[in-house]
């Protein structure tokens, strides 16, 4: 997170910095970019020119992570985990929704419905002195505070502990964001290469007239005067959008007075619809600002164009956010309580089908303009390249110089480190809950990291190869099935020794089966404390799979049991079971589970909330756990 860091070495700025205030506390910067793989920077050989990201993997007091990752492997998904520290799943958040603007439509959407700690909270806990701020894309829910009423759920930068926000409710495009929100505006418009607006999502558009359905992307901020507690924008946000979320940066900056704060900055760059500016789309063109193609090689398409625009603007946008803290006293080098981290939500858009291996070469695979370099697969992919991505961290502080890190970091990381470096802690009913996240302090002081288990899952918690699973331990990968996988051989468990063999190219589970049962059984036992934390944390509503195998089924003298008796109530949960005992053991572990009923005939146990017994079948037995 030291994006301050390298702004003084890109602006050869570091003779002066004004004075902090004293006794200052540390403040905090997330930056998230957008659908970005690992080998798109320039400081990992990538083709658009990134000078600022450059600096700042080389300057003093900054790690460049290139064992970093995004806790999910899409957007919703990953976003989450940099708030709560957790895996998604955990928080009820599996997959995307689609809702340009609440305008158009309210979402619906399930996140943290038990309020689970955030980063936003974190701040808060640490003192009145401690402002936050979230600012560009959210898509976690709705920004209404009634949303309910309208059909949605409230689930916004505020309402999980943020004391300002000026973000888009979902993905917007990276030109001419809000051009199509009002028929003024509508010439405005860049549509790149597209030709036409995209990923619209929603009903009927704000602005009236031929506006297209689902086709209004603005901006909102907290405003409690306001009709359902937010105002959105009523300008038109110019060709550059990381500029506007810079320009909503420099404002919560300035008001704050050189006080501490924490602050997560999520930029649209490089999503679909990404349109670069013509001044940049030229300049890369021209190859001032991107490297020529291969000799022989077809000049860049017009998506190329708007990509590789698209990542020298995100990077200009972070070269102004570090100047800016520069400016306003938030100096890295001379003043080094500012921690900043950089990531993206996951790898590069397109899928290489049918095992995940891209045509064309590694910075200019045919299936889109994003690169993972010589890994294999791509956004939503459970190989490298659809979770490793660009990371930064700087704390000058702590860090001596600048140095290479390949221990491994996901973005849940960041709220236990910020915990951690403030002295706060969760709140005492979560204290117990699960925390995939741990602290990097140990990385930033130069100590040794231990290994940890890790997992992925992409768009839903139950283990299906079509859309893939994976846990990785060390060097050791094990992955099963993934989405852009439609052959029989990598459906099937695989082992892969990150060591000697990145790009996931050589499965060696016939050399070491040990190592993949093992693997496999702790991917398992992984699995089943995420769904643990669905039902018995954050209570999620959705769907859920089916539940994780029961404990050892108790002693029968651990239950009290009612034979021949079914119990009235809406079932908690539906489970398989062979025994009574083991469906009595199953609702012991279920901490809203009261009592259960168990049919032996179809070896299934109902699981509720309260005793209730009605006369039942011969093979129907009612239990109550009398130990927990």
């Known amino acids: 997170m030291r994006v301050a860091v390298f702004l003084l070495v890109a602006f050869a700025a570091v003779a002066t910095c004004a004075a902090a205030k004293p006794g200052s506390k540390p403040s905090f910067l997330f930056i998230l970019g957008d659908d970005i793989g690992w080998a798109d920077f320039g400081y990992n050989n990538g083709t658009a020119f990134t000078p600022n990201l450059d600096a700042w993997a080389t300057a003093e007091g900054s790690i460049l992570m290139q064992d970093m990752h995004s806790g999910g492997t899409v957007c ?77 759920r409230t689930s916004s930068p505020i309402s999980h502990g943020f004391d300002h926000m000026n973000a888009t409710v979902e993905v917007a495009p990276t030109a001419t964001t809000n051009c199509q929100c009002r028929q003024d505006w509508d010439k405005e418009c860049l549509f790149g290469h597209y030709k036409k607006p995209t990923h619209c999502s929603g009903g009927a558009n704000p602005g009236g007239g031929s506006l297209p359905r689902g086709c209004c992307f603005n901006y909102w901020w907290e405003d409690q005067e306001a009709e359902h507690g937010v105002t959105n924008l009523t300008n038109f946000v110019p060709q550059d959008d990381s500029q506007y979320t810079h320009s909503s940066f420099v404002k919560f900056i300035d008001s704050i007075d050189g006080n501490p704060f924490l602050a997560q900055l999520s930029f649209h760059n490089c999503h679909i619809p990404f349109i670069g500016t013509e001044e940049r789309r030229q300049a890369c063109a021209q190859n001032k600002t991107c490297k020529p193609p291969l000799p022989g090689s077809q000049p860049y398409t017009d998506e190329e164009l708007d990509f590789y625009a698209c990542i020298s603007e995100l990077d200009n946008a972070i070269g102004d956010v570090l100047q800016l803290l520069k400016d306003r006293g938030y100096c890295v080098l001379r003043f080094p309580l500012r921690m900043i981290w950089l990531a993206t939500d996951n790898g590069p858009e397109e899928n ?46 702590m860090v001596q110089g600048s140095r290479v890190s390949w221990d491994t970091v996901v973005t849940y990381d960041f709220l236990p480190t910020v915990m951690e470096v403030l002295g706060v802690e969760r709140p005492a009913s979560q204290s117990s809950w699960a925390m995939d996240g741990r602290s990097i302090m140990p990385i930033i002081k130069g100590e040794a990291w231990p290994l940890r288990g890790l997992g992925w899952m992409f768009d839903t918690p139950k283990m299906d190869v079509t859309k893939g699973y994976g846990f990785r331990y060390g060097k050791w990968k094990y992955v099963q099935g993934s989405i852009s996988c439609s052959k029989d051989d990598c459906r099937k468990p695989q082992l892969y020794d990150l060591d000697a063999d990145l790009g996931e190219r050589n499965d060696v589970s016939a050399q070491y ?99 209730q017994p009605k006369t039942g079948p011969a093979d129907r037995t009612a239990c109550v756990p009398n130990k927990r």
């Open 513 to 611: 089966p040990e190592v993949l049962q093992a693997m496999m059984a702790n991917f398992s036992k992984w699995h089943a404390s995420i769904l643990d934390s669905m039902v018995n944390e954050s209570e999620c509503k959705g769907p859920l799979p089916p539940p994780p195998p029961a404990p050892p089924a108790p002693p029968s003298s651990d239950c009290s049991w009612t034979p021949h008796a079914a119990l009235n109530g809406t079932d908690l949960m539906v489970a398989h079971a062979a025994t009574k005992e083991s469906c009595c053991g199953a609702c012991a572990n279920n901490h809203r589970c009261k009592a259960a009923d168990f049919d032996a005939g179809n070896k299934v146990c109902h699981l509720k909330e309260y005793f």
């Open 352 to 397: 290489c089908h049918p095992e995940g291996i891209c045509k064309g070469t590694e910075h200019r695979p045919q299936q889109g303009a994003g690169s993972a370099g010589p890994l294999r697969g791509r956004k939503r992919d459970i190989w490298e390249g659809g979770h490793r991505v660009p990371g930064l961290v700087s704390w000058p502080a």
């Open 76 to 152: 919703s998904p990953t976003r989450a985990t940099v708030l709560t520290g957790r895996n998604h799943f955990r928080d009820c958040v599996d997959y995307v929704y689609g809702c340009s603007d609440m305008t158009e439509c309210v979402p619906s959407f399930e996140f943290a419905p038990q309020h689970t700690f955030t980063i936003g909270d974190a701040a808060r806990a640490a003192g009145s002195e401690y402002s936050s701020f979230f600012g560009g894309k959210w898509h976690l829910g709705s920004f209404y505070n009634d949303s309910e009423k309208l059909g949605g």
